[in-house]
T-cell receptor, first 112, second 112 residues
Framework: KQEVTQIPAALSVPEGENLVLNCSFT??????LQWFRQDPGKGLTSLLL?????REQTSGRLNASLDKSSGRSTLYIAASQPGDSATYLC???????????FGAGTRLTVKP | DTAVSQTPKYLVTQMGNDKSIKCEQN?????MYWYKQDSKKFLKIMFS???????INETVPNRFSPKSPDKAHLNLHINSLELGDSAVYFC???????????FGDGTRLSIL
């Protein structure tokens, strides 16, 4: 059964720093991987979706990479801003399955 | 023009009651989901509906029943509410294939 782990559980950085959030999954046979952002009391906002055939996706200051063979994905945030403060969730969709498995998230705080 | 909308946003009720949470998506998506996010912020899938057909039921108690009157709606009905049902419930939808999931803002259910 697919398990998704995110490290660290919480991260606090000063504004302007570049940072990396990590996601690992136990079964490399995935259909795609999605990074979400969740603000307190809000739903999930999709940030980036990487299909199994892709190695990375970029959107603005965000870059997500995927290494299926090692069961890892990273979310890179460049020049962090206080508005980036939120919980970031990684979710894996197993191959040929509708189910998505979520990690527990990384709570990011960017200090002004 | 909210894409995935849930009502109510907050629901406070007593143990033993029956309640429903409604979800509507105006994206024309084929698949809808219900997730439960517990106090530790861990998201777990409960149900998935594709063209009115239940695809996934992740060992959810039969007190929970999804009802889909049409492709744009997936409501969640809960019978005989228990204290452990207190959580935030998220509705989501997705197109066919490898498209990303879109989430509603969640319904915070509190059982007294």
């Amino acid at each position: 059964k697919q398990e998704v782990t995110q490290i660290p559980a919480a991260l606090s950085v000063p504004e302007g720093e570049n940072l990396v959030l990590n996601c690992s999954f136990t079964d490399s046979a995935i259909y795609n991987l999605q990074w979400f952002r969740q603000d307190p009391g809000k739903g999930l906002t999709s940030l980036l979706l990487i299909q199994s055939s892709q190695r990375e996706q970029t959107s603005g200051r965000l870059n997500a990479s995927l290494d299926k063979s090692s069961g890892r994905s990273t979310l890179y945030i460049a020049a962090s801003q206080p508005g980036d403060s939120a919980t970031y969730l990684c979710a894996v969709r197993p191959h040929n399955n509708n189910d998505m498995r979520f990690g527990a998230g990384t709570r990011l705080t960017v200090k002004p | 023009d909210t894409a995935v909308s849930q009502t109510p946003k907050y629901l406070v009720t007593q143990m033993g009651n029956d309640k429903s949470i409604k979800c509507e998506q105006n994206l024309g998506h084929d698949t809808m989901y219900w997730y439960k996010q517990d106090s530790k912020k861990f998201l777990k899938i409960m149900f998935s509906y594709n063209n009115k057909e239940l695809i996934i039921n992740e060992t959810v108690p039969n007190r929970f029943s999804p009802k889909s009157p049409d492709k744009a709606h997936l409501n969640l009905h809960i019978n005989s509410l228990e204290l452990g049902d207190s959580a935030v419930y998220f509705c989501a939808s997705r197109e066919q294939g490898g498209a990303p999931q879109h989430f509603g803002d969640g319904t915070r259910l509190s059982i007294l």
